[in-house]
């Protein structure tokens, strides 16, 4: 008979981690999500260790005690802070894991598409130092693709926007690849930057990051509400006093700060289906455009979009969740996997890593 500790040696967990700007998720083979974290490290200053992880870590943000520093180390889609980005990863791949040490691991991650080697090649260590057997790298906007239910066989085009937190990714994916891309580091988070600086200087007060992203999950919206003077209490820190203190803030008020980014990510979009070729523009104009990411969230984005485009516009199921379970089907069509990972080493060779311990 099989003893347990040998059977778990037969184990291999086959996980797919989307690695973002304001979370990570990571989801295992035939347990689907697992994990879901805000990508978040709580720093003690004097000591420069990490004291909290994800949600632990989010939920001192803004009220951190004296010497600790809650952070973001990815900025954008990109490793900015190369070692906690490491330490983070690690982290949550063992919270991750199906649990015994023998577990062996093969994982698919997401990138960006304009990802520079330098930074492909610092997420590959990332994730080799989370004890990762086998890493695969897959572009973002394809596994977002395969997530939101474009078929690999399908040999028509398909257009999917993934609105996250630090990035836009428009993927045009035919046939299982990408045929045409375009990646802006502009995201969701942008407008949050623009509320809060609204507030500072038009009405002076100054709000922390959770009343920010209260705002603008709860109160704001892409199209011009139908009663402008709704309103919502928001606190904060009076700028001229210092002291604690509120304002009310408009639905009429908050628009115009929304639409001003949506605008941007709209004309984005626009601008990139200008750029494809006949018998895709064709496909496209069929079909319209699929929405995923956190960001397509916010409240009238299709709408906002479809008006804009002048195409059917779509949101994803979960659209969080969309690059992740496209990561997770590719353990489902290995030929496809090896297809699309990027892991060109020869390539990755040459890059020398700039970040240092
Ligand atoms: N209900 C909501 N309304 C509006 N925005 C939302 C909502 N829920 C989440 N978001 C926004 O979605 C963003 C997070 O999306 P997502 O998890 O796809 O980002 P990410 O993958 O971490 O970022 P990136 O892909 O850019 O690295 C955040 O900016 C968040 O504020
Ligand atoms: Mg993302």
């Known amino acids: 008979m099989l003893k347990i500790s040998s059977l778990k040696k037969l184990v291999t967990d086959s996980m797919a981690i989307d690695l973002g700007t304001a979370s990570t998720i990571i989801a295992v083979k035939g347990r689907d999500i697992v994990l879901d974290e805000p990508s978040m490290v709580a720093v003690n200053e004097l000591t420069e260790e990490i004291v909290a ?126 045929v045409h891309s375009r ?29 920010t992203e209260m705002l603008k999950t709860n109160f704001a919206s892409a199209f011009l509400p139908e009663d402008i003077t709704k309103s919502i209490t928001v606190r904060g820190r009076d700028v001229q006093t210092g002291s604690p203190g509120a304002v009310e803030v408009t639905a009429g008020e908050v628009y115009p700060i929304v639409e001003s980014i949506v605008r941007r990510i709209a004309q984005i979009v626009s601008d990139t289906l200008t750029e494809l070729r006949p018998e895709v523009a064709a496909d496209i104009f069929d079909r319209g455009v699929i929405l995923t990411g956190g960001g397509a969230l916010l409240e009238g984005l299709d709408q906002y979009l479809r008006g804009f485009i002048s195409l059917p516009v779509t949101v994803s199921d979960e659209p969080r969740y969309a690059t992740v379970r496209g990561l997770l089907k590719m353990f489902d069509e290995p030929e496809l996997l090896e297809k699309v990972s990027r892991n060109e080493l020869s390539l990755l060779q040459n890059a020398e890593i700039p970040f240092e311990a």
């Open 53 to 178: 992880y994800g949600k632990e870590a989010a939920e001192m943000l803004g009220r951190e005690g004296r010497d600790v520093n809650v952070r973001a180390p990815l900025m954008g889609g990109v490793v900015a802070d190369f070692e906690r980005t490491k330490k983070m990863l690690a982290h949550f791949v063992k919270e991750a894991k199906t649990g015994g040490s023998q577990v062996s691991l093969q994982a698919v991650m997401s990138m960006v598409s304009d990802v520079t080697h330098v930074e492909q090649r610092a997420l590959l260590n990332a994730a080799e130092e989370a004890h990762i057997g086998k890493v695969y790298m897959m572009e973002e906007g394809l596994a977002a693709a395969f997530g939101a239910g474009v078929l690999p066989s399908d040999k028509r085009a398909s257009a999917v926007i993934d609105f996250g937190a630090g990035t836009t990714n428009i993927a045009i994916v035919a046939k299982g690849t990408v």
């Open 183 to 211: 990646s802006e580091r502009l995201g969701s988070n942008e407008i949050n930057a623009a509320l809060a600086n609204h507030l500072r200087r038009h009405r002076g007060l100054q709000v922390g990051e959770e009343t």
